[in-house]
């Protein structure tokens, strides 16, 4: 049974709206407690939140019936908290069982000292919500930040950023070295079970895909006299040895589907297996293609972890990072600090390919509000500067090249100028949000729950700088409220 928050007052609590916070303290979560207290106070958009929540939550069940589960307004402060602080769940965990005034704020009363929460319990609940869902979360709150200030919307600015994914260096042995391992595991679990052929030396099996692989390693570490020759030499074994792993598997599959009776848990099996033969199969391909054939094979073709099949290569020349391994994520800036749009691009997209379509986005989401938009020249295309150009009208889009850049900067406006010297800020924020956000390395599965992650990330970051707003505007001299950033 789910409820969105306690209406009923509390003898052993102050209500949420009224908790007391240290503002003498500088440490990220009083700011973020501050901004869901705020959040509270506010019927409408307290109402509009919860709702989100509560479609997520429950889905197509009842919300009337069944045991006593978290409600959504606890549901909204665990996942606040959890990357607005960058915490795992395990710290958040125990923070929502002694914190006090985490306590107060979910609404949980002293006199319930025995209320525990469980890391597993917190996490099942929040992963309930979609990136989707968290994102227009987020959008009520930017849109009530600019209720406050109205004037905030309307001078922003983007940029874009690599998210990594929780993923080993990718070789090509290693990956076909997790996906055999996947596959012999899966159908060692069924053979035991269905007692069926082909599986019984199964940690053999292993055991030479393995060695293999290693002498891959050493040979492409030492690498010495014809290196090459002897690397496609363990190549072609290694390859061999996963072929006739990925037929066995097959013809396994094959065989219970038609000679036994599968219940749901060995036909979700079957599917995990094949899963794994299609994307060993894939490596396999690319693995022959580079090494045996000797071809170059672009980016789009390569798989750089079988366990995050969405991650893709990128080189952007970073100093101390020639390669990252994950996904771009574009993020608007205005001049308050929020987040005011995100997106988690498709692997085969680049800068130029998204700008306009966000912006357009953002534009129609704020009613045509943003005056002056600056991009760096990474986005730049003469298609870009024609269309960017009839969405916003002061639009600061830089273009590459030495003598390009000098032509463009002499025509230039007073505006575009200063909105070149202004957008060197939003790495402010994008440094803000991998180093407190927990946006350096995505520590959850799957590519739904990337798009979660990056949400969650920012909705913390955005309720963060709401309840910085707000402290300041009550407390201007508080700890809590001050801020290094400029508009």
């Known amino acids: 049974m789910r409820q969105g928050y306690c209406e009923q007052t509390r003898l052993d609590s102050p209500g949420v709206a009224n908790v007391p916070l240290n503002l003498k303290c500088r440490d990220e979560i009083i700011p973020i407690l501050a901004g869901l207290q705020y959040i509270y106070s506010q019927p409408e958009l307290r109402k509009q939140v919860l709702d989100l929540v509560a479609q997520d939550v429950n889905q197509d069940t009842r919300s009337d019936c069944g045991r006593a589960g978290l409600s959504y307004w606890e549901i909204t402060v665990l996942a606040s908290v959890r990357l ?30 025995n209320r525990d929460f469980g890391a597993r319990r917190i996490g099942d609940n929040v992963r309930l919500l979609k990136g989707s869902t968290i994102e227009a979360i987020s959008h009520a709150i930017v849109g009530e930040a600019y ?59 292993m055991k030479k895909v393995k060695e293999v692989s290693r002498n891959i390693g050493r040979i492409a570490h030492r690498k010495g006299k014809n290196y090459k020759e002897r690397l496609a030499k363990e190549y072609r074994s290694l390859l061999d040895r996963a072929q006739g792993i990925v037929d066995r598997a097959e013809a396994t599959c094959k065989t219970l589907e038609e000679d036994f009776e599968l219940d ?51 080189r952007r020349g970073k100093a101390g990072e020639p390669n990252q391994w994950g996904r771009l994520v574009l993020v608007f800036e205005d001049q308050l600090g929020f987040i005011s749009h995100h997106c988690v691009m ?20 704020l009613k045509d509000a943003i005056e002056e938009l600056s991009f760096d020249r990474g986005f730049h295309s003469p298609e870009n500067q024609i269309e960017l150009a009839k969405i916003v009208s002061g639009i600061c889009l830089p273009k590459p090249g030495a003598k390009q850049s000098i032509e463009q900067l002499e025509n230039a406006s007073v ?73």
């Open 346 to 365: 498709d692997r085969t997209e680049s800068d130029k390919d998204v700008a306009v379509r966000e912006t357009r986005k953002v534009q129609t989401r």
């Open 415 to 487: 505006q575009f100028h200063e909105a070149k010297q202004r957008h060197p800020g939003v790495e402010s924020a994008i440094g803000a949000l991998q180093s407190g956000n927990g946006l350096v390395r995505c520590r959850d599965v799957g590519e739904i729950g990337f798009e979660r992650y990056v949400a969650l990330a920012i909705l913390g970051r955005n309720i963060h700088t709401l309840g910085k707003l707000i402290i300041s505007r009550s407390h201007p001299t508080a700890a809590a409220a001050t801020s290094k950033r400029a508009a």
């Open 84 to 113: 607005g602080c960058d915490f795992d769940y395990d710290k958040l965990q125990d923070l929502a069982e002694q914190h006090r005034t985490l306590r107060q704020i979910m609404g949980i009363g002293d006199w319930e000292e």
């Open 147 to 205: 209720r406050l200030c109205p004037e905030a919307k309307a001078r922003q600015r983007a940029d874009s950023f690599v998210v990594e994914t929780d993923i080993h260096y990718p070789t090509e042995n290693t990956l076909i070295v997790d996906g055999t391992r996947k596959i012999i595991g899966y159908c060692a679990r069924l053979h035991e079970v269905y007692e069926f052929e082909g599986w019984r030396q199964h940690r053999q099996l």
């Open 264 to 314: 749901l848990a060995t036909e979700g099996i079957i599917e995990q297996i094949r899963h794994f033969i299609g994307l060993t199969r894939q490596v396999c391909g690319t693995a022959r293609r580079r090494v045996l054939e000797g071809e170059t094979v672009p980016n789009e073709d390569k798989l750089f972890s079988m366990f995050e099949p969405h991650t893709q290569l990128h």
